[in-house]
């Protein structure tokens, strides 16, 4: 279902009046994890005033270590919920277990696999059962073909709304914090028609190299970006170090436009 030859034509999102894929570039951009009120709408409003039209923002945490801040849980979902009308902004946010899909499907617009879930193929069957779209993460170590057939089973249950992003690989190298593989752009392009994002905030874990990663994805034809976008990165819970100032992403933005269309 995930590929080119059972579907010719590029697959568009249709959420309200925005679309995913076919020729757009949408932006999801906001901080790693919603942290309080006030952090959130601060990212908000330059989410907004960048003009781009989705909010992230994480009220679960997959954190690596058990010590690491976990989110706020639906508190943090409520604030995206409010944030949301507050806006007209649509909201991604991540779901990582089975138990909270109807939760987190209540508050948000589009759910995220993480990562650390590509392959939870429990919960991609339960997610395949809901009429919201599914941001699917590359897995650290996946290979195309795995993302390709975790996005599979999400189709085979009835949910054909899947958007493929690429958030770096596990490589050899430690200079950044994963590696990212800007070849899953065409090599998706040819061989499924569903929509791909790239993530160069998880790819580089380095702020500084955002911008160039993130015009390098646009020029190379990816439907859309995920930009961790802090007010205070210094003082964030969760990825400080590669969340973009609000001014940053403004310019950023303002980059973007003159190589594709970016709405
Ligand atoms: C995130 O988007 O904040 C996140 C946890 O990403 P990933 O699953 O790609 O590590
Ligand atoms: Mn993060």
């Known amino acids: 279902l995930a590929g080119r030859d059972f579907r010719q034509e590029d697959t568009i999102i249709r959420i309200g009046d925005v679309e995913i894929g076919g020729g757009q570039m949408q932006v999801f951009a906001g901080p790693c994890a919603v942290e309080s009120w006030e952090q959130?709408?601060?990212?908000?409003?330059?989410?907004?005033a960048a003009?781009?039209?989705?909010?992230?923002?994480?009220a679960y945490k997959p954190r690596s270590s058990p010590y690491s801040f976990q989110g706020l849980e639906e508190a943090g979902l409520k604030m995206l919920a409010r944030a949301r009308e507050l806006t007209g902004l649509l909201v991604v946010t991540e779901v990582i277990d089975p138990g909270s899909i109807e939760r987190v499907a209540y508050y948000s617009d589009v759910l995220q696999v993480g990562a650390r879930n590509m392959q939870n193929f429990f919960l991609l069957r339960e997610l395949s059962k809901i009429n919201k779209p599914i941001l699917l993460k590359r897995g650290l170590s996946a290979t195309i073909e795995e993302w390709?057939?975790?996005?599979?089973?999400?189709?085979?249950?009835?949910n054909y709304d899947v958007i493929l992003c690429e958030r770096g690989?596990?490589?050899f190298e430690t200079y950044t914090r994963n590696t990212l593989d800007l070849s899953a752009i065409p090599a998706v392009k040819q061989l499924s028609h569903l929509p791909v994002i790239?993530?160069?905030?998880?790819?580089?874990?380095?702020?500084?190299?955002?911008?160039?990663?993130?015009?390098?994805?646009v020029a190379?034809?990816?439907?859309?970006?995920?930009?961790?976008?802090?007010?205070?990165?210094?003082?964030?819970?969760c990825d400080g170090p590669q969340s973009l100032t609000p001014e940053n992403f403004g310019a950023l933005m303002n980059e973007l436009r003159a190589i594709a269309e970016v709405v």
């Open 40 to 48: 959130l709408m601060e990212s908000a409003e330059a989410v907004k």
């Open 169 to 171: 690989i596990r490589t």
């Open 220 to 237: 190379a034809g990816c439907d859309g970006l995920m930009i961790e976008v802090h007010p205070n990165p210094t003082e964030a819970l």
């Open 148 to 158: 390709l057939m975790a996005a599979e089973y999400l189709m085979a249950g009835g």
């Open 51 to 58: 003009g781009a039209r989705f909010l992230r923002g994480g």
């Open 198 to 217: 790239i993530d160069p905030s998880h790819a580089t874990g380095k702020w500084q190299m955002v911008r160039p990663m993130a015009r390098a994805a």
